[in-house]
């Protein structure tokens, strides 16, 4: 069995940080969508790319109710075998409210799949978040997504060599089809900065202004600032759904949803140092023109 990814900062982030980014540049349109009531979420998007014509997209939870939420959150292998697991399976206490997540949708084994994290207030009003598996549902009103549905990119999830977890990796397909704007989708590797990402991403790609969407994966805990100060999150791992804009040259302000192994949700924007992707993580930069 290979041996586990050691989750710890690149000592050299130049040349090193590119070789653990795969990005591939392609087109999107973007679309604002009223996902049905009783269906499951990833059929419910799934038939919204079939009738724009894509097979691959990120996507924006933004609200809505949920009548079923399987879920699990970050866990610690107990095996040593990978740095990090997944919990036992929980079911929410339903009907649970949206409060905001992101979804990366593409295929595994040539099946439809989808790869969520998502917070919600439960029925009882409390704040929970985490990974969301296949079987939940649209509540009894619609669930009001964006979905950036790609033209030239497909997304294939596959077990990796690395970190022996199944992870979603951007490739290149045939000729563009549906997209109007510029976009990277970049599958990063254990180890980088977030912030450093999205700027690498940017000045390899030409792009001046970016607005970060529809993005999810897992950090080696987070630092967040919050409360005049910085707020840590502990490890190994957190679940993380992302949301920002940078500019060439200057900031990049990333705000997220940071589950944690505990079942807490955190909430705040991401310190420039301090957010180390863990497992992996799926990040759409979409050029503003």
């Known amino acids: 069995m290979n041996t586990p990814t050691v989750l710890a900062p690149l000592d050299h982030p130049g040349p090193v940080a590119e070789q653990r980014l795969e990005s591939v540049p392609g087109g999107t349109v973007t679309v604002r969508v009223s996902l049905p009531p ?25 609200g809505g109710p949920l009548a079923r939420v399987s879920y699990c959150i970050p866990a610690v292998c107990t095996d040593g075998s990978r740095a990090a697991w997944y919990s036992e399976t929980y079911e929410a206490a339903t009907p649970v409210t949206i409060v905001g997540g992101s979804a990366t949708v593409g295929r595994r084994d040539g099946e439809r799949f989808m790869h969520c994290h998502a917070a919600w207030h439960d029925a009882r009003g409390v704040l929970r978040g985490g990974h969301l598996w296949p079987d939940t549902v649209v509540g009894a009103t619609p669930v009001e997504i964006v979905l950036h549905a790609f033209d030239s990119v497909a997304l294939t999830s596959g077990v990796d060599d690395e970190t022996l977890m199944p992870v979603f990796t951007p490739s290149a397909t045939a000729e563009p089809v549906v997209g109007n704007r510029r976009s990277v989708m970049t599958r990063v590797r254990p180890g980088v900065e977030i912030h450093e990402t ?17 993005s999810l994966g897992s950090l ?6 919050r409360d005049g100060g910085a707020v840590t999150v502990d490890g190994p791992a957190t679940e993380v759904a992302l949301a920002g804009h940078a500019e060439r040259g200057g900031p990049a302000y990333l705000s997220a949803l940071v589950m944690d192994r505990h079942g807490e949700v955190h909430v705040g924007e991401l310190a420039e140092r301090g957010n180390l992707v863990a497992v992996t993580f799926e ?6 023109a």
């Open 283 to 288: 990040l759409f930069v979409e050029e503003i």
């Open 198 to 214: 999205v700027r690498r991403v940017m000045a390899e790609h030409g792009i001046v202004r970016a607005s970060v969407r529809g």
């Open 220 to 225: 080696v805990g987070a630092t967040l600032l």
């Open 38 to 62: 009783g269906r499951r979420l990833v059929d419910a998007i799934d038939d919204e790319l079939t009738r724009i014509g894509a097979d691959s997209a990120q996507v924006e939870l933004l």
